[in-house]
């Protein structure tokens, strides 16, 4: 297939999908893999088939997964923090609902730092008689799913923010520093979620049920 070809076909797939930003960028690498890879299956009619079968299953998967974010939104739009959580950096209709869902009520955290445990992105002190780290991995001890979810908000932030932006700002400035990218990606996630449970707590406190 021609290569302009193969990117207008992809790139219709992503759309119907509702991933149509990264048709492109997608296909190609998709392309360029396959011109340099060598495939260990036969090309025949039983291949193709496998293959159509793949991807039917794929897409199915996938638009199921949007119709349930779909409703999850529906049901997030009658919370009070829905509009708070949707407006920051981020974030969006699709990501809002999965946060507000994951976290659940944020009264039940006494403090940011209770959220950033249950997110499992806190490094807790080592000590040992006289000795104590002070460089430790996250400890992942709490909710992956909001991991994932926030990681995910992440990728957002430094694929759509510019500078200017705080939490953008701040992962080039954790970057800058040495920190690898996925390191200064989850020590943004760590400032986000504390300017997240400061933004509801806020709202909370004004409609007066905090």
Known sequence: MKEEK????VDKIAQKIG??????????????????????????????????????????SIESANEIISKMNDVAKTMDEYDEV?????????????????????????????????AGIDAPPYQSGQFEAVHRHISKRGNKYLRKAGYEVMKSIKSFCKVGNELYDYMLQKESEGKCKKAAKI??????????YGILKKKYIELGTW
């Open 19 to 60: 991933q149509s930003r990264a048709g492109r960028t997608l296909a190609t690498k998709v392309y360029q893999l396959a011109k340099v890879s060598y495939s260990s299956c036969p090309s025949n009619s039983s291949t193709q088939l496998i293959i159509n079968k793949s991807v039917s299953a794929l897409i199915l």
């Open 187 to 196: 020590a943004t996630l760590n400032k986000f979620l504390r300017q997240y």
């Open 86 to 118: 949707k407006n920051m950096s981020g974030v969006g209709n699709r990501l809002a609902p999965i946060l507000i869902a994951e976290i659940g009520d944020i009264r039940r955290f006494k403090n940011a730092g209770s959220l950033i445990a249950y």
């Open 6 to 9: 193969f990117y207008k076909d």
